[in-house]
């Protein structure tokens, strides 16, 4: 009873607050917890967030980006089969 009150009570700065951290938290839980659809299978790929994709699990040296990449495929993700970069 008491968050009722206190969410009856709040300002709608504070409310919208609540409701964004309870959206983004929802959707990361979908996403790490959801059920999957019985479509294609895809190929493993980096642990990503939305909005801000894989940058959060990157290094943050550049001079180390090569040794990641290298760990990842030989760990988790398998061979490079195909780098697509820029346009047609």
């Known amino acids: 009873m008491e968050l ?6 709040a300002s709608a700065t504070e ?3 609540v409701f964004t951290v309870l959206c ?3 959707c990361l839980l979908y996403q790490r917890f ?5 479509g294609r299978k895809l190929p493993p790929t980096m642990t990503s967030l939305p909005i801000v994709g894989s ?3 990157m290094p943050s040296k550049p ?7 290298i760990s990842s495929s ?3 993700l ?4 195909l780098f697509y970069s820029g346009s047609k």
């Open 4 to 9: 009722v009150g206190l969410l009856l009570g």
């Open 15 to 17: 409310l919208l607050l």
């Open 24 to 26: 983004i938290s929802l």
């Open 34 to 38: 959801g059920v999957r659809g019985g």
């Open 55 to 57: 940058l959060p699990f």
């Open 63 to 69: 001079e180390r980006f090569a040794e990641f990449c």
């Open 74 to 76: 030989k760990n988790k």
């Open 78 to 81: 398998g061979n490079v089969f």
